[in-house]
Protein backbone atom coordinates (compact mmCIF):
# COMPACT_ATOMS: atom_id res chain seq x y z
CA UNK A 1 0.00 0.00 0.00
CA UNK A 2 1.01 3.17 -0.53
CA UNK A 3 0.48 5.62 2.44
CA UNK A 4 0.58 9.33 3.10
CA UNK A 5 1.75 10.71 6.62
CA UNK A 6 1.34 14.14 8.25
CA UNK A 7 3.82 14.15 11.02
CA UNK A 8 6.09 12.02 9.71
CA UNK A 9 9.49 13.06 11.34
CA UNK A 10 7.49 13.06 14.98
CA UNK A 11 7.69 11.12 17.72
CA UNK A 12 5.20 8.31 16.38
CA UNK A 13 5.67 9.16 12.49
CA UNK A 14 9.53 8.08 12.62
CA UNK A 15 8.68 4.85 13.85
CA UNK A 16 5.58 3.96 11.94
CA UNK A 17 7.27 4.95 8.83
CA UNK A 18 10.14 2.22 9.59
CA UNK A 19 7.57 -0.17 10.08
CA UNK A 20 5.51 0.14 7.04
CA UNK A 21 8.70 0.02 4.74
CA UNK A 22 10.09 -2.69 6.43
CA UNK A 23 6.51 -4.75 5.34
CA UNK A 24 7.06 -3.48 1.75
CA UNK A 25 4.71 -0.47 1.74
CA UNK A 26 5.75 2.88 0.26
CA UNK A 27 5.77 6.06 2.24
CA UNK A 28 4.75 9.49 1.12
CA UNK A 29 5.75 12.08 3.95
CA UNK A 30 4.58 15.48 4.33
CA UNK A 31 7.93 17.31 4.85
CA UNK A 32 8.18 21.50 5.88
CA UNK A 33 11.88 21.31 5.56
CA UNK A 34 15.07 20.25 4.12
CA UNK A 35 16.05 18.97 7.21
CA UNK A 36 12.62 16.71 7.14
CA UNK A 37 13.26 16.05 3.71
CA UNK A 38 17.04 14.66 4.42
CA UNK A 39 15.48 12.35 7.37
CA UNK A 40 12.67 10.82 5.17
CA UNK A 41 15.22 10.01 2.61
CA UNK A 42 17.48 8.27 5.18
CA UNK A 43 14.02 6.28 6.13
CA UNK A 44 13.69 5.36 2.61
CA UNK A 45 10.15 6.73 2.19
CA UNK A 46 9.35 9.77 -0.40
CA UNK A 47 9.21 13.71 0.84
CA UNK A 48 6.74 15.80 -0.49
CA UNK A 49 7.06 19.42 0.77
CA UNK A 50 3.57 21.26 1.27
CA UNK A 51 1.53 22.86 4.05
CA UNK A 52 -0.95 20.77 6.18
CA UNK A 53 -3.09 24.31 6.25
CA UNK A 54 -3.88 24.19 2.34
CA UNK A 55 -6.34 21.80 1.35
CA UNK A 56 -5.39 21.92 -2.20
CA UNK A 57 -2.02 20.92 -1.67
CA UNK A 58 -3.28 18.18 0.40
CA UNK A 59 -5.45 16.87 -2.33
CA UNK A 60 -2.50 17.16 -4.79
CA UNK A 61 0.13 15.37 -2.42
CA UNK A 62 -1.68 12.60 -1.43
CA UNK A 63 -2.76 11.88 -4.86
CA UNK A 64 -2.00 7.78 -5.52
CA UNK A 65 -1.61 7.02 -2.12
CA UNK A 66 -4.41 4.77 -0.75
CA UNK A 67 -4.17 5.34 2.85
CA UNK A 68 -3.70 9.37 4.88
CA UNK A 69 -2.10 9.32 8.23
CA UNK A 70 -2.79 12.01 9.88
CA UNK A 71 0.02 11.71 13.05
CA UNK A 72 0.90 15.37 13.29
CA UNK A 73 0.95 17.41 16.47
CA UNK A 74 2.63 20.37 18.09
CA UNK A 75 2.36 19.59 21.70
CA UNK A 76 3.98 22.32 23.91
CA UNK A 77 7.59 21.03 25.81
CA UNK A 78 7.62 23.25 28.67
CA UNK A 79 6.13 22.35 31.75
CA UNK A 80 4.60 26.03 32.30
CA UNK A 81 2.48 26.59 28.86
CA UNK A 82 -0.02 28.99 28.30
CA UNK A 83 -3.05 29.00 25.75
CA UNK A 84 -1.34 30.29 23.34
CA UNK A 85 1.27 27.68 23.03
CA UNK A 86 -1.71 25.54 21.79
CA UNK A 87 -2.67 27.54 18.97
CA UNK A 88 -0.48 25.36 16.50
CA UNK A 89 -1.97 22.21 17.79
CA UNK A 90 -5.07 23.79 17.59
CA UNK A 91 -4.97 24.64 14.09
CA UNK A 92 -3.53 21.22 13.07
CA UNK A 93 -6.13 19.05 15.21
CA UNK A 94 -9.10 21.23 13.72
CA UNK A 95 -7.63 22.60 9.96
CA UNK A 96 -5.34 19.76 8.97
CA UNK A 97 -7.81 17.33 9.59
CA UNK A 98 -10.36 18.67 7.82
CA UNK A 99 -7.77 19.01 4.81
CA UNK A 100 -6.23 15.66 5.56
CA UNK A 101 -10.42 14.52 5.25
CA UNK A 102 -10.17 16.04 2.19
CA UNK A 103 -8.16 14.62 0.69
CA UNK A 104 -8.21 11.21 1.83
CA UNK A 105 -11.92 11.87 0.12
CA UNK A 106 -10.65 13.72 -2.80
CA UNK A 107 -8.21 9.95 -3.83
CA UNK A 108 -10.29 7.49 -2.90
CA UNK A 109 -8.62 6.39 -0.14
CA UNK A 110 -9.26 2.82 1.87
CA UNK A 111 -8.25 4.55 5.04
CA UNK A 112 -8.02 8.18 6.79
CA UNK A 113 -6.12 7.21 10.25
CA UNK A 114 -6.43 9.66 13.18
CA UNK A 115 -4.23 9.87 16.39
CA UNK A 116 -6.17 10.98 19.19
CA UNK A 117 -5.99 10.81 23.29
CA UNK A 118 -7.61 9.01 25.60
CA UNK A 119 -7.38 12.22 28.00
CA UNK A 120 -10.65 13.50 26.49
CA UNK A 121 -12.40 10.54 28.86
CA UNK A 122 -11.78 12.86 31.77
CA UNK A 123 -11.45 13.06 35.48
CA UNK A 124 -13.43 9.37 35.91
CA UNK A 125 -12.14 9.07 39.99
CA UNK A 126 -10.16 5.93 38.51
CA UNK A 127 -13.25 4.26 36.81
CA UNK A 128 -12.80 1.98 34.35
CA UNK A 129 -13.66 3.26 30.69
CA UNK A 130 -13.96 2.00 27.03
CA UNK A 131 -14.82 3.24 23.69
CA UNK A 132 -18.69 3.12 24.51
CA UNK A 133 -17.62 5.43 27.70
CA UNK A 134 -19.51 8.81 27.18
CA UNK A 135 -17.56 12.09 25.86
CA UNK A 136 -18.01 15.28 27.46
CA UNK A 137 -18.95 17.76 24.98
CA UNK A 138 -17.07 20.56 26.74
CA UNK A 139 -13.33 20.00 27.34
CA UNK A 140 -10.67 21.96 29.28
CA UNK A 141 -9.43 24.59 26.55
CA UNK A 142 -6.03 22.13 25.81
CA UNK A 143 -8.34 18.73 24.89
CA UNK A 144 -11.39 20.93 23.22
CA UNK A 145 -9.71 20.75 19.50
CA UNK A 146 -9.27 16.98 19.92
CA UNK A 147 -12.59 16.24 20.67
CA UNK A 148 -13.73 18.80 17.43
CA UNK A 149 -11.25 16.47 15.77
CA UNK A 150 -12.70 13.04 16.81
CA UNK A 151 -16.07 14.51 15.76
CA UNK A 152 -15.35 15.83 12.10
CA UNK A 153 -13.61 12.48 11.61
CA UNK A 154 -16.86 10.76 13.08
CA UNK A 155 -18.65 12.84 10.44
CA UNK A 156 -17.00 11.82 7.77
CA UNK A 157 -17.22 7.99 8.36
CA UNK A 158 -20.02 7.59 5.86
CA UNK A 159 -17.92 8.79 3.23
CA UNK A 160 -14.57 7.66 4.18
CA UNK A 161 -13.36 4.47 5.56
CA UNK A 162 -11.67 6.64 9.20
CA UNK A 163 -10.37 5.09 12.10
CA UNK A 164 -9.38 7.14 15.24
CA UNK A 165 -7.05 5.54 17.61
CA UNK A 166 -7.37 6.91 20.99
CA UNK A 167 -3.55 7.07 22.42
CA UNK A 168 -2.51 6.95 26.10
CA UNK A 169 0.59 9.51 26.90
CA UNK A 170 3.69 8.21 24.52
CA UNK A 171 6.42 7.70 26.21
CA UNK A 172 10.20 6.83 24.64
CA UNK A 173 13.66 7.72 25.50
CA UNK A 174 13.81 10.25 22.35
CA UNK A 175 10.52 12.33 23.23
CA UNK A 176 10.91 15.35 24.93
CA UNK A 177 8.07 14.76 27.73
CA UNK A 178 9.93 11.83 28.46
CA UNK A 179 13.41 12.85 28.63
CA UNK A 180 12.44 15.75 30.16
CA UNK A 181 10.35 13.91 32.89
CA UNK A 182 13.43 11.56 33.39
CA UNK A 183 15.57 14.73 34.20
CA UNK A 184 13.33 16.25 36.38
CA UNK A 185 12.44 13.09 38.54
CA UNK A 186 16.79 12.86 38.43
CA UNK A 187 16.98 15.72 40.26
CA UNK A 188 14.03 14.96 42.09
CA UNK A 189 11.63 17.58 40.54
CA UNK A 190 8.70 16.18 39.54
CA UNK A 191 6.84 16.05 42.89
CA UNK A 192 4.18 13.45 43.71
CA UNK A 193 1.12 15.73 44.01
CA UNK A 194 -1.37 15.30 46.98
CA UNK A 195 -1.94 11.62 47.55
CA UNK A 196 -0.46 10.50 43.85
CA UNK A 197 -3.64 8.66 43.18
CA UNK A 198 -4.47 9.52 39.91
CA UNK A 199 -4.71 6.59 37.02
CA UNK A 200 -2.41 7.53 33.83
CA UNK A 201 -2.75 5.30 30.80
CA UNK A 202 0.47 5.25 29.28
CA UNK A 203 1.82 3.37 25.67
CA UNK A 204 5.63 2.87 24.79
CA UNK A 205 5.72 4.88 21.25
CA UNK A 206 6.94 1.86 20.16
CA UNK A 207 3.63 -0.11 20.60
CA UNK A 208 1.85 2.99 19.44
CA UNK A 209 3.27 2.60 15.83
CA UNK A 210 2.59 -1.22 15.60
CA UNK A 211 -0.94 -0.11 16.34
CA UNK A 212 -0.65 2.31 13.42
CA UNK A 213 0.69 -0.58 11.01
CA UNK A 214 -1.75 -3.00 11.99
CA UNK A 215 -4.78 -0.63 11.42
CA UNK A 216 -2.94 0.27 7.77
CA UNK A 217 -2.54 -3.87 7.07
CA UNK A 218 -6.31 -4.26 8.46
CA UNK A 219 -7.93 -0.93 7.25
CA UNK A 220 -11.15 -3.03 6.85
CA UNK A 221 -11.17 -4.25 10.13
CA UNK A 222 -10.06 -0.62 11.34
CA UNK A 223 -12.37 1.13 9.15
CA UNK A 224 -15.16 2.93 11.30
CA UNK A 225 -13.68 2.24 14.51
CA UNK A 226 -12.63 4.30 17.94
CA UNK A 227 -9.88 2.06 19.46
CA UNK A 228 -8.22 2.96 22.70
CA UNK A 229 -4.43 2.54 22.24
CA UNK A 230 -2.35 2.31 26.02
CA UNK A 231 -1.31 -0.76 27.61
CA UNK A 232 -2.89 -3.18 29.37
CA UNK A 233 -2.15 -2.25 33.26
CA UNK A 234 -2.73 1.98 34.09
CA UNK A 235 -0.52 3.16 36.32
CA UNK A 236 -1.10 5.21 39.56
CA UNK A 237 1.06 8.52 39.24
CA UNK A 238 2.68 8.05 42.57
CA UNK A 239 3.97 4.71 41.26
CA UNK A 240 4.99 5.91 37.51
CA UNK A 241 7.05 8.08 39.33
CA UNK A 242 8.64 6.27 42.09
CA UNK A 243 9.03 3.21 39.89
CA UNK A 244 11.26 5.49 37.54
CA UNK A 245 13.48 7.07 40.60
CA UNK A 246 13.95 3.34 41.23
CA UNK A 247 15.13 3.03 37.78
CA UNK A 248 17.61 5.83 37.71
CA UNK A 249 18.80 5.02 40.84
CA UNK A 250 18.35 8.52 42.68
CA UNK A 251 16.06 9.63 45.94
CA UNK A 252 12.66 9.21 46.52
CA UNK A 253 10.29 11.71 44.91
CA UNK A 254 9.20 14.58 47.01
CA UNK A 255 5.36 15.62 47.99
CA UNK A 256 3.62 18.36 47.67
CA UNK A 257 -0.38 19.38 48.48
CA UNK A 258 -2.38 20.11 45.90
CA UNK A 259 -2.85 23.53 46.87
CA UNK A 260 1.08 24.37 46.23
CA UNK A 261 0.97 22.26 43.17
CA UNK A 262 -1.76 24.86 42.03
CA UNK A 263 0.33 28.02 42.72
CA UNK A 264 3.59 26.68 40.54
CA UNK A 265 1.59 25.17 38.11
CA UNK A 266 -1.56 26.51 37.66
CA UNK A 267 -5.00 25.20 38.77
CA UNK A 268 -5.81 23.76 35.13
CA UNK A 269 -2.54 22.24 34.84
CA UNK A 270 -3.00 20.29 38.08
CA UNK A 271 -6.64 19.07 36.66
CA UNK A 272 -5.33 18.14 34.06
CA UNK A 273 -2.11 16.19 35.52
CA UNK A 274 -4.27 14.66 38.38
CA UNK A 275 -7.56 12.91 36.19
CA UNK A 276 -7.85 9.84 37.05
CA UNK A 277 -9.62 6.98 34.59
CA UNK A 278 -8.54 3.49 33.84
CA UNK A 279 -8.87 2.89 29.68
CA UNK A 280 -9.94 -1.12 28.65
CA UNK A 281 -7.46 -2.00 25.33
CA UNK A 282 -9.47 -4.86 24.33
CA UNK A 283 -10.84 -3.83 21.36
CA UNK A 284 -7.87 -2.73 19.96
CA UNK A 285 -6.51 -6.43 20.88
CA UNK A 286 -9.28 -7.79 18.86
CA UNK A 287 -10.34 -5.80 16.03
CA UNK A 288 -6.45 -5.08 15.47
CA UNK A 289 -4.95 -8.60 16.71
CA UNK A 290 -2.39 -6.12 18.27
CA UNK A 291 -1.11 -6.24 21.40
CA UNK A 292 1.90 -4.19 23.27
CA UNK A 293 4.91 -5.65 23.70
CA UNK A 294 6.02 -3.31 26.72
CA UNK A 295 2.34 -4.75 28.30
CA UNK A 296 2.75 -2.57 31.07
CA UNK A 297 5.00 0.60 32.38
CA UNK A 298 7.36 -1.53 34.13
CA UNK A 299 8.79 -3.04 31.28
CA UNK A 300 8.61 -0.06 28.97
CA UNK A 301 9.75 2.33 31.24
CA UNK A 302 12.83 0.33 32.72
CA UNK A 303 14.00 -0.40 29.05
CA UNK A 304 13.68 3.73 27.89
CA UNK A 305 15.03 4.72 31.17
CA UNK A 306 17.87 2.73 30.35
CA UNK A 307 18.57 3.97 26.72
CA UNK A 308 18.40 7.60 28.10
CA UNK A 309 20.67 7.28 30.81
CA UNK A 310 23.22 5.82 28.02
CA UNK A 311 22.81 8.60 25.95
CA UNK A 312 23.14 11.32 28.25
CA UNK A 313 26.16 9.68 29.66
CA UNK A 314 27.72 9.98 26.33
CA UNK A 315 26.37 12.82 24.96
CA UNK A 316 24.29 11.57 21.77
CA UNK A 317 20.90 12.49 23.24
CA UNK A 318 18.71 13.40 20.61
CA UNK A 319 15.21 14.14 21.44
CA UNK A 320 12.21 15.71 19.08
CA UNK A 321 8.88 16.19 19.55
Known amino acids: MKVFIAGATGVL ?117 DESSRIDSRQPPILQSALDMENAVRAAMGRIPCTVLRFGSFYCHDSSQTASMFDLIRARRFPVIGRGNAYWNIINADDAADAVVWAVERCEAAAGRVLNVCDNEPVLLRDLIQYIADVLSVKRPRTIPKVLARLILGDSMVRFLLSSARCRNDRAREQLGWSPNYPTYREGMSVEAEKWKKEVENGELTIEN
Not at 34 to 42: I, K, T, Y
Open 13 to 129: GRRVVLRLIAGGHRVVGLSRSERNDELLARMGAESRRGDLFNKEEMILLSAGCEAVLHLATAIPTGVHSAGSDWAINDRIRREGTAHLLAAAEANQCRLYLQQSVTFLYGDRQGEWV
